[in-house]
Protein backbone atom coordinates (compact mmCIF):
# COMPACT_ATOMS: atom_id res chain seq x y z
CA UNK A 1 0.00 0.00 0.00
CA UNK A 2 1.60 3.33 -0.98
CA UNK A 3 2.74 5.37 2.22
CA UNK A 4 2.31 8.73 1.14
CA UNK A 5 -0.50 9.78 -1.38
CA UNK A 6 -0.87 12.52 -3.39
CA UNK A 7 -3.54 13.64 -5.96
CA UNK A 8 -4.33 13.92 -8.79
CA UNK A 9 -1.46 12.18 -10.35
CA UNK A 10 -2.22 14.70 -13.64
CA UNK A 11 -3.66 18.28 -13.39
CA UNK A 12 -4.25 20.47 -16.24
CA UNK A 13 -5.16 24.49 -15.31
CA UNK A 14 -6.03 27.31 -17.03
CA UNK A 15 -3.42 30.51 -16.45
CA UNK A 16 -4.81 32.32 -13.56
CA UNK A 17 -6.96 29.87 -12.01
CA UNK A 18 -6.53 28.28 -8.59
CA UNK A 19 -6.12 24.65 -7.60
CA UNK A 20 -5.30 22.54 -4.46
CA UNK A 21 -2.68 19.28 -4.56
CA UNK A 22 -3.49 17.15 -2.16
CA UNK A 23 -0.83 15.20 0.25
CA UNK A 24 -1.50 12.52 2.68
CA UNK A 25 1.36 10.33 4.31
CA UNK A 26 0.14 7.27 6.29
CA UNK A 27 3.68 7.10 7.83
CA UNK A 28 3.21 8.06 11.20
CA UNK A 29 5.83 11.21 10.58
CA UNK A 30 5.36 14.44 12.59
CA UNK A 31 7.55 16.73 9.96
CA UNK A 32 6.13 17.04 5.77
CA UNK A 33 7.49 18.61 2.86
CA UNK A 34 6.82 20.36 -0.63
CA UNK A 35 9.24 19.95 -3.19
CA UNK A 36 8.67 21.32 -6.85
CA UNK A 37 10.97 20.46 -10.10
CA UNK A 38 10.48 22.24 -13.08
CA UNK A 39 11.50 21.02 -16.76
CA UNK A 40 15.51 21.43 -16.48
CA UNK A 41 15.67 22.06 -13.02
CA UNK A 42 16.71 21.03 -9.54
CA UNK A 43 14.22 19.32 -7.09
CA UNK A 44 13.52 22.20 -4.89
CA UNK A 45 12.37 22.69 -1.72
CA UNK A 46 9.53 24.91 -1.16
CA UNK A 47 8.20 24.17 2.61
CA UNK A 48 8.47 22.12 5.79
CA UNK A 49 6.05 21.40 8.25
CA UNK A 50 6.52 20.42 11.71
CA UNK A 51 3.52 19.34 14.14
CA UNK A 52 1.39 20.94 11.73
CA UNK A 53 3.49 24.32 12.07
CA UNK A 54 5.22 25.97 9.48
CA UNK A 55 9.17 25.90 10.18
CA UNK A 56 10.77 27.18 6.62
CA UNK A 57 9.20 28.90 3.71
CA UNK A 58 11.63 28.98 0.59
CA UNK A 59 8.97 30.00 -1.82
CA UNK A 60 8.67 34.00 -2.81
CA UNK A 61 5.38 33.95 -3.94
CA UNK A 62 2.41 34.08 -1.49
CA UNK A 63 0.36 32.80 -4.36
CA UNK A 64 1.62 29.19 -3.08
CA UNK A 65 -0.30 28.50 0.34
CA UNK A 66 0.44 24.90 2.10
CA UNK A 67 -2.78 23.58 3.95
CA UNK A 68 -2.78 21.54 7.02
CA UNK A 69 -6.12 20.27 8.32
CA UNK A 70 -4.83 16.87 10.06
CA UNK A 71 -1.12 16.03 11.53
CA UNK A 72 -0.69 13.51 8.35
CA UNK A 73 -2.03 16.14 5.30
CA UNK A 74 -0.02 18.68 4.13
CA UNK A 75 -2.17 20.05 1.20
CA UNK A 76 -1.08 22.67 -1.72
CA UNK A 77 -3.17 25.35 -2.79
CA UNK A 78 -1.71 27.83 -5.73
CA UNK A 79 -3.40 30.44 -6.48
CA UNK A 80 -3.56 32.48 -9.79
CA UNK A 81 -1.41 30.58 -11.79
CA UNK A 82 1.01 30.83 -14.37
CA UNK A 83 2.22 29.06 -16.96
CA UNK A 84 5.54 28.93 -14.96
CA UNK A 85 3.98 27.04 -12.08
CA UNK A 86 3.86 24.10 -14.48
CA UNK A 87 6.17 21.52 -12.50
CA UNK A 88 5.90 18.19 -10.92
CA UNK A 89 5.32 18.91 -7.11
CA UNK A 90 6.52 16.34 -4.38
CA UNK A 91 5.38 16.32 -0.92
CA UNK A 92 7.64 14.18 1.30
CA UNK A 93 7.65 13.04 5.31
CA UNK A 94 10.12 12.51 8.27
CA UNK A 95 9.76 11.45 11.79
CA UNK A 96 12.05 14.58 13.27
CA UNK A 97 14.42 13.76 16.33
CA UNK A 98 15.23 10.75 14.96
CA UNK A 99 18.74 11.46 13.33
CA UNK A 100 17.78 9.93 10.04
CA UNK A 101 17.39 12.85 8.24
CA UNK A 102 15.56 10.27 5.69
CA UNK A 103 12.49 12.17 4.09
CA UNK A 104 10.15 9.98 1.83
CA UNK A 105 8.51 10.83 -1.01
CA UNK A 106 5.17 10.53 -2.67
CA UNK A 107 4.91 10.16 -6.62
CA UNK A 108 4.23 13.65 -7.29
CA UNK A 109 1.46 15.89 -8.88
CA UNK A 110 2.52 16.63 -12.37
CA UNK A 111 1.02 20.39 -13.16
CA UNK A 112 0.51 21.64 -16.69
CA UNK A 113 -0.81 25.39 -16.59
CA UNK A 114 -2.09 26.60 -20.21
CA UNK B 1 25.48 29.33 -2.49
CA UNK B 2 24.47 25.78 -1.78
CA UNK B 3 24.12 23.78 -4.91
CA UNK B 4 24.61 20.14 -6.71
CA UNK B 5 25.66 19.55 -9.93
CA UNK B 6 24.98 15.71 -11.43
CA UNK B 7 25.51 14.19 -15.06
CA UNK B 8 23.30 15.49 -17.32
CA UNK B 9 20.74 12.85 -18.61
CA UNK B 10 19.37 11.14 -20.24
CA UNK B 11 22.42 8.39 -19.79
CA UNK B 12 22.22 4.99 -21.56
CA UNK B 13 24.12 1.35 -20.90
CA UNK B 14 23.89 -1.58 -21.82
CA UNK B 15 23.01 -4.82 -19.24
CA UNK B 16 26.04 -5.92 -17.14
CA UNK B 17 28.06 -2.80 -18.22
CA UNK B 18 29.05 -0.49 -15.36
CA UNK B 19 28.34 3.09 -14.63
CA UNK B 20 28.99 6.15 -12.83
CA UNK B 21 26.58 8.97 -12.31
CA UNK B 22 29.10 12.54 -11.49
CA UNK B 23 28.06 14.26 -8.49
CA UNK B 24 29.63 17.34 -7.15
CA UNK B 25 28.42 19.86 -4.90
CA UNK B 26 28.90 23.33 -3.44
CA UNK B 27 28.38 23.85 0.25
CA UNK B 28 29.32 27.74 1.18
CA UNK B 29 27.45 27.04 4.49
CA UNK B 30 28.01 24.14 6.05
CA UNK B 31 31.46 22.37 6.25
CA UNK B 32 30.73 19.14 6.44
CA UNK B 33 27.26 18.24 4.48
CA UNK B 34 25.73 15.10 4.63
CA UNK B 35 25.24 13.40 0.95
CA UNK B 36 22.76 11.31 -0.14
CA UNK B 37 21.42 9.41 -3.90
CA UNK B 38 17.86 9.15 -3.77
CA UNK B 39 16.10 7.17 -6.79
CA UNK B 40 13.17 7.48 -8.65
CA UNK B 41 11.48 4.62 -10.38
CA UNK B 42 8.89 5.12 -13.01
CA UNK B 43 5.67 5.86 -11.35
CA UNK B 44 6.95 6.19 -7.92
CA UNK B 45 8.28 8.52 -5.30
CA UNK B 46 12.13 9.62 -4.63
CA UNK B 47 13.45 6.60 -2.35
CA UNK B 48 16.65 7.13 -0.54
CA UNK B 49 19.55 4.72 -1.70
CA UNK B 50 22.04 5.61 0.02
CA UNK B 51 23.64 8.05 2.13
CA UNK B 52 27.09 8.82 3.61
CA UNK B 53 27.75 11.45 6.86
CA UNK B 54 31.18 11.10 7.05
CA UNK B 55 34.08 12.85 4.58
CA UNK B 56 36.12 9.72 3.54
CA UNK B 57 33.17 7.39 4.01
CA UNK B 58 31.91 4.88 1.40
CA UNK B 59 28.13 4.06 1.18
CA UNK B 60 26.50 1.43 -0.68
CA UNK B 61 23.48 -0.12 -1.51
CA UNK B 62 21.36 -2.36 -3.83
CA UNK B 63 25.18 -2.80 -5.82
CA UNK B 64 25.62 1.36 -5.96
CA UNK B 65 28.18 2.89 -3.92
CA UNK B 66 28.98 6.43 -3.62
CA UNK B 67 32.22 7.94 -1.46
CA UNK B 68 32.35 11.15 0.40
CA UNK B 69 35.28 12.91 -1.02
CA UNK B 70 35.66 16.29 0.61
CA UNK B 71 38.74 17.44 -1.37
CA UNK B 72 37.40 17.27 -4.76
CA UNK B 73 33.42 18.19 -3.10
CA UNK B 74 32.35 15.11 -5.10
CA UNK B 75 29.85 12.15 -4.56
CA UNK B 76 30.24 10.01 -7.85
CA UNK B 77 27.45 7.13 -8.04
CA UNK B 78 29.18 3.98 -9.56
CA UNK B 79 27.59 0.14 -9.85
CA UNK B 80 29.94 -2.30 -11.21
CA UNK B 81 27.49 -4.14 -13.46
CA UNK B 82 23.76 -2.75 -14.13
CA UNK B 83 20.56 -4.72 -14.51
CA UNK B 84 17.72 -3.46 -16.66
CA UNK B 85 15.73 -2.81 -13.22
CA UNK B 86 18.21 0.12 -12.53
CA UNK B 87 16.15 2.11 -15.32
CA UNK B 88 15.38 5.58 -13.16
CA UNK B 89 16.14 8.64 -12.46
CA UNK B 90 18.77 9.31 -9.81
CA UNK B 91 19.37 12.32 -7.41
CA UNK B 92 22.28 13.46 -5.78
CA UNK B 93 21.98 15.58 -2.77
CA UNK B 94 22.93 17.69 0.08
CA UNK B 95 20.81 16.91 3.51
CA UNK B 96 19.97 17.54 6.81
CA UNK B 97 21.92 17.13 9.83
CA UNK B 98 21.56 18.37 13.16
CA UNK B 99 24.08 21.17 13.19
CA UNK B 100 23.60 21.83 9.14
CA UNK B 101 20.94 21.94 6.67
CA UNK B 102 17.12 21.19 7.44
CA UNK B 103 16.10 20.80 4.15
CA UNK B 104 17.68 19.01 0.92
CA UNK B 105 19.36 20.53 -1.88
CA UNK B 106 19.10 18.34 -4.83
CA UNK B 107 20.32 18.14 -8.56
CA UNK B 108 17.94 18.22 -11.58
CA UNK B 109 18.51 14.03 -10.95
CA UNK B 110 20.28 11.88 -13.70
CA UNK B 111 17.86 9.63 -16.18
CA UNK B 112 19.24 6.02 -16.66
CA UNK B 113 17.78 3.60 -18.94
CA UNK B 114 19.70 0.25 -18.75
CA UNK B 115 19.28 -1.57 -22.37
CA UNK B 116 18.88 -5.67 -22.15
Known amino acids: DPKIIQKPKYLVAVTGSEKILICEQY?????MYWYRQSAKKPLEFMFS???????DNQTASSRFQPQSSKKNHLDLQITALKPDDSATYFC?????????????FGPGTRLTVL | GDSVTQTEGPVTVSESESLIINCTYS????????LFWYVRYPGEGLQLLLK?????QKGSSRGFEATYNKETTSFHLQKASVQESDSAVYYC?????????????FGKGTSLTVIP
Open chain 1, 92 to 104: ASSQEGTGGYEQY
Open chain 1, 27 to 31: LGHNA
Open chain 1, 49 to 55: YSYQKLM
Open chain 2, 27 to 34: ATSIAYPN
Open chain 2, 52 to 56: VITAG
Open chain 2, 93 to 105: ALGPSNTGYQNFY
